[in-house]
């Protein structure tokens, strides 16, 4: 079983409708959480990151984590065609340089 | 700042022959990564170097390859001899401090092996 789980999808909505993405994991020791944008053909761009259980937004872009049950989530407002792309979770222990990350869902938002 | 930056974008060569991938980091950057990503396998990290010093190289796959950061703005990634499951895209990482707060990437090398 890998350490982080991510659906594939796709994921496909409507524009303007929101985007839900999510991670489960396994090791309690991550502690630090991210989101990565991939685009085709390009590296992942870090969107968000959070330390604590709870909410954090920007933007558009809502993150949350819920350490009792290991599960993160990504939600997306007003989602728009350019939103289309893989959406990359990743996460790293206390003390750690290696970011572990989920295998990626990828989302197609239609105009 | 012109990113991490990664040579060549795409290579393809045949079954045998030596593969080098070279990365330049950000500028002051002082963590360098090296993953490589497929369809089957995600995001994987191969090795990643702290002030030019290997740290952790236990996801290099096979003695096959091999990374080398001979100073802080240049390091390369060695295949030798390639073999086709090597196929992947190979991504080049850099950080300033730990990673709590995540990498740089660039914009990977696409290499195929024939």
């Known amino acids: 079983q890998k350490e982080v789980e991510q659906d594939p999808g796709p994921l496909s909505v409507p524009e303007g409708a929101i985007v839900s993405l999510n991670c489960t994991y396994s090791n309690s020791a991550f502690q630090y959480f991210m989101w990565y944008r991939q685009y085709s053909r390009k590296g992942p761009e870090l969107l968000m990151y959070?330390?604590?259980?709870g909410n954090k937004e920007d933007g558009r872009f809502t993150a949350q984590v819920d350490k009792s049950s290991k599960y993160i989530s990504l939600f997306i407002r007003d989602s728009q065609p350019s939103d289309s792309a893989t959406y990359l979770c990743?996460?790293?222990?206390?003390?750690?340089?290696?970011?572990?990350f989920g295998g990626g869902t990828r989302v197609l938002v239609k105009p | 700042d012109a990113g991490v930056i990664q040579s060549p974008r795409h290579e393809v060569t045949e079954m045998g022959q030596e593969v080098t991938l070279r990365c330049k980091p950000i500028s002051g950057h002082d963590y360098l990564f090296w993953y490589r990503q497929t369809m089957m396998r995600g995001l994987e990290l191969l090795i990643y170097?702290?002030?030019?010093?290997?740290?952790?190289d236990s996801g290099m796959p096979e003695d096959r390859f091999s990374a080398k950061m001979p100073n802080a703005s240049f390091s390369n990634l060695k295949i030798q001899p390639s073999e086709p499951r090597d196929s992947a895209v190979y991504f080049c990482?850099?950080?300033?401090?730990?990673?709590?707060?995540?990498?740089?990437f660039g914009s990977g090398t696409r290499l195929t092996v024939v």
């Open positions: 990743a996460m790293n222990k206390a003390a750690g340089n290696k970011l572990t």
């Open positions: 990482a850099s950080s300033l401090g730990k990673s709590i707060y995540g990498y740089t």
């Open positions: 170097f702290n002030n030019n010093v290997p740290i952790d």
């Open positions: 959070t330390y604590s259980s």
